[in-house]
């Protein structure tokens, strides 16, 4: 409530207290100092400038002397010069003094005038682009030093202010009142359809709605902004909160108007906005009977109770026309006569789903443009409540100029979900149409009568696609591909329509759909019969895989021991893995059942225990994260709809900076089935990729059962990866220590190792053959010719330092440097090629060369570490530090024999007298 006040001239504020401070010094006693008086005495009976009665007192009745806040600026045009004050007194023996100052420009005048009687009237001069404030000063006689002061401001708006009375926009904050058509400065006719309770919250009936009309010119540092004032046929003065103001609604029509008056004070523009209130009782039926684009209806239509479409999941109406359809007219009818559709143009893919942000269309006929265009259809019920409202999204695809013409059925897709229309998939498979020859009209879906097999009840429901021709290039020139059928409706949001995805339930038996192609450029189409085959109650409990390929590489099955989702009977465990290099972001898994009525689906997790209950992935093509590992489950669900199996793997996505070294750090084969195995191969050769070993019929030579196998042991460089395969059998995995277990078979034996680096790109392959002797292999280790090649001297034909005729007994191994054949070759061979035959032809040689030693080895053990000369060429040093050995293997891999080769190379000044001095 506002009280009666007194206001001393030294209350007064601002410029204009300066400014009346400096002119009435004469009337100004202490500050604050008000006398008693009589009700009435020293007040304004009307007080009016330039015409504009001004309010003297408040809606309480109380004083009320300021009028210099923005809103209540008397504003005049920037030809006017002056400015008329009338005033009259309560009391007629009182005395007006008028007083005037241009606050914040320029230093205040004099006072207007001084009259005596309660009527007093004088002219204020303005100041073009400035404010005059204007004190009205009432005495209750001539010795009374304060008096009630009555402050006007007023403005002369500068020349060439700006005419724009336009309003930038005009909301309303109902949250369920929408403005139609939607708000553009040009129109100044609106109107919006509230619900009986206005701010749609269920809980107390509110009558009231807040509109807050914006401003286009909110003037500036130096401009004037325009004004506005606003009213409604119930309440012309309305209750204002930051430039909101709260408008009283009765049932049925209101009429509000905002008159804005520009910044040069002649233009004004009036807006018109009825608000119409729903009655208590109004139907809340926003259901559609029809929707036509074009004057063709759009199919599919879904009207009744059940359909919900809400703003964040309208319901989307797909159609395409020719490149020749340059526009399009919408249209749409409601089941109820007094609910209400509003069209809303211009939308895009992104504010689709934001309807009620769109602006609302004035017509019902949309321009096309090529491509992709959006029209929004919501419908308002009669009692016009947000719960009540419906959405819709009619997509259209004006084809372009070289769009297909293939109206082709393509691919069929399938996934059984848990129920309801619009609920997540829950398990998946592609079905690939084999072969996809063109013309071909009639196709077949099997599903198992378990469509779902999550729930306690076989579920009957299934989603298929059907997939037409698409251009990856531009989406847009795809096929649009519709279906027909029981219970099919259309609200997926995708970006195309080269597929039609639909939720179907399904009977035991043949479920029969159709199928319509359209093509691209919208002139051919193509019509195409579905049978869906549910499996029969009784069907097979066979959950197996007949094959599954990872990465298109074929998996060995036989490494599975596949449980159902629950573990039952086991653990869940990782039973294949494999890696691909950081390059590839996806790895494609492909299942093929052992029954054709099961069906397989492609699960992940972050563990075995989790891939299985993990997320669908229904193409099976599996996302990888570089430098992370994927755990994959193919679960297998019977045509029974119960058993189920899981195969569970594993893909590694190596990380960027994985090393490139693709050899191996170490390898080495012993003998299998011996606590103190034979060694045959010790140590990787440096540089080496191709071995050669013979090992015994019995390969661990023991006294008990001949054994048949070796162990392989090859450990590849750090982060790298073995694979060991042999072409006589399958192998026995440790991959804890690298250990492979290799069976043989008698004679050769080839085992190739293949090292893959950790960046899982380079490989380097390596051969290792194992001759395995026979059961009568002979224990022959003897050697019937032994010669040298001295490769750096052309004319040193071969040598021979041992021929048939002189037949070399078996080294006795103990003993080695004993056995030494000898010979020599000049300065200028740098090296010498030693080929070695032994006496059977079953046996093996390996040359060893022994650079810089002057002395033969001592045993077998030495030789045994000495690294072998694959080609027999042996680099020979000056003098007779060079010493070579020819290791024989007999051919049952047991008995051995060893020649010690001693090549004698001349020095430089050696003499060339091949003379003898005596002959005797």
């Known amino acids: 409530m506002k009280r009666k006040v007194f206001i001393p001239v030294s209350a007064l504020t601002g410029a204009l207290l300066l400014a009346l401070v400096a002119a009435m010094t004469s009337f100004v006693a202490g500050p604050d100092i008000a006398h008693a008086q009589t009700p009435g005495t020293g007040e304004l009976s009307s007080l009016a400038v330039g015409g504009k009665q001004i309010a003297i007192v408040d809606s309480d009745g109380n004083v009320d002397n300021s009028h210099i806040a923005d809103a209540d600026i008397i504003r005049v045009s920037s030809g006017t010069s002056a400015i008329g004050v009338s005033a009259r007194t309560r009391v007629s023996s009182e005395k007006i003094v008028i007083r005037y100052g241009i606050t914040g420009f320029v230093s205040p005048g004099a006072g207007a005038s001084v009259t005596a009687g309660a009527g007093t009237s004088g002219s204020v001069p303005l100041v073009a682009g400035a404010n005059t404030d204007i004190a009205v000063i009432v005495k209750v006689n001539d010795a009374d030093t304060t008096g009630t002061a009555y402050v006007v401001r007023v403005r002369r708006v500068p020349t060439g202010a700006a005419s724009d009375a336009d309003l930038s926009n005009l909301t309303l904050t109902s949250p369920a009142a929408v403005l139609m058509p ?45 004004t506005f004032e606003i009213k409604s046929n119930k309440d012309a003065e309305l209750e204002e909160n930051s430039g909101a103001y709260t408008v009283e609604l009765a049932e049925g029509a209101n009429v509000i108007t905002v008159m804005v008056r520009a910044a040069n004070v002649s233009t004004t523009k009036t807006y018109t906005l009825t608000v119409t209130r729903a009655n208590k009782n109004a139907s809340d039926n926003a259901e559609l009977s029809s929707l036509t684009v074009g004057g063709s209806s759009v199919d599919h ?7 919900n479409p809400t703003p964040s999941r309208p319901f989307y109406w797909p159609v395409k026309v020719p490149n020749t359809t340059t526009s399009i007219t919408a249209g749409a009818t409601t089941r109820h006569p007094r609910a209400t559709v509003a069209l809303k143009f211009g939308l895009t893919r992104t504010d689709a789903a934001s309807i009620l942000a769109h602006p609302i269309a004035s017509g019902n006929t949309v321009d096309l443009n090529e491509g992709r265009n959006y029209i929004a259809v919501q419908v308002t019920a009669e009692d016009g409540k947000s719960a009540s409202r419906r959405f819709h999204v009619i997509v259209i695809d004006r084809a372009g100029p070289n769009f297909s013409n293939n109206a082709n059925l393509l691919d069929i897709v399938f996934f059984t979900a848990d129920g309801g229309q619009g609920s997540t998939p829950e398990t998946g498979q592609n079905i690939t149409l084999v072969p996809p020859v063109e013309g071909a009209t009639n196709y077949t879906l099997f599903v198992p009568y378990g469509v779902d097999r999550d729930s306690a009840v076989a579920g009957n429901q299934i989603r298929i696609a059907a997939v037409g021709y698409q251009n990856n290039n531009n989406p847009l020139d795809s096929a649009f591909v519709r279906m027909s059928g029981e219970n099919i409706g259309f609200n997926e949001s995708d970006t195309s329509y080269e597929r039609a995805v639909h939720l179907v339930t399904l009977g035991t038996g043949d479920n029969v759909y159709t199928i319509t192609v359209l093509s691209a450029d919208a002139t051919v189409t193509k019509t195409y019969t579905l049978t869906v085959r549910r499996a029969p109650f009784n069907g097979l409990d066979d959950a197996r895989l007949s094959a599954l390929t990872v990465g298109g590489a074929s998996v060995n099955l036989a490494g599975f021991t596949p449980l159902n989702r629950a573990g039952t009977g086991g653990t869940h465990a990782v039973q294949y893995s494999t890696r691909v290099p950081n390059t590839t972001s996806s790895i494609q898994i492909t299942p093929t059942t052992m029954d054709s009525d099961a069906v397989a689906i492609v699960r992940t997790g972050n563990s075995a225990s989790t891939a299985v209950t993990g997320a669908v992935v229904p193409d099976g093509n599996v996302p990888l994260n570089a430098g992370g590992t994927k755990t994959i489950a193919v679960q297998v669900t019977a045509a029974n709809g119960h058993t189920e199996r899981n195969y569970i793997l594993s893909v590694e996505r190596v990380s960027q900076s994985a090393s490139d070294d693709a050899d191996l750090s170490s390898l080495m084969v012993t003998a299998n ?58 192998l026995v995995v440790s991959p804890a220590d690298n250990q492979y ?69 078996n080294v006795n191994t103990t003993a080695a440097a004993a056995n030494i054949v000898e010979t020599g070759v000049s300065n200028t061979v740098y090296n010498v090629q030693v080929a070695a035959t032994p006496a059977n032809s079953g046996a093996s040689v390996v040359i060893k060369s022994m650079p810089s030693s002057t002395t033969a080895p001592a045993d077998a053990a030495a030789i045994a570490a000495v690294s072998a000369d694959a080609d027999g060429v042996v680099d020979v040093i000056v003098g007779a530090g060079n010493h070579i050995v020819v290791e024989v293997t007999a051919e049952n891999g047991v008995a051995k024999a060893y020649y010690v080769l001693k090549v004698n190379r001349a020095r430089a000044s050696a003499s060339d007298d091949a003379k003898l001095s005596v002959l005797t």
């Open 741 to 809: 277990v290799v069976e043989l078979a008698e004679g050769a034996n080839v085992i190739t190792i293949v090292s893959e680096a950790a960046n899982a790109v380079d490989m380097k392959t390596y051969t290792l053959t194992v001759t395995r002797a026979a059961a009568t292999a002979s224990d022959d280790a003897g050697l019937s010719e032994l010669t040298v090649h001295a490769t750096g001297d052309p004319s040193m034909a071969y040598r021979s330092v041992m021929g048939p005729g002189a037949y070399l007994t």
């Open 301 to 307: 239509l879904l009207v009744g109770p059940n359909i």
């Open 673 to 730: 089935g011996s606590s103190s195995p034979a060694t045959f191969l010790p140590a990787l050769v440096p540089g080496t990729a191709d071995y050669m070993i013979s090992v015994p019929n019995d390969v661990d030579a023991d006294a008990g059962a001949n054994d048949d196998s070796i162990i392989v042991t090859a450990a590849p460089a750090t982060g790298g990866m073995v694979m060991v395969t042999s072409d006589n059998d399958d």
């Open 182 to 226: 939607g708000f553009k400065p040009g129109a100044t006719s609106y109107t919006a359809l509230v619900p009986y309770d206005v701010d749609d919250s269920g809980n107390t009936v509110e009558d009231t709605i807040v509109v807050t009309p914006t401003l286009s010119n909110t003037g500036g540092t130096t401009d004037d902004p325009a």
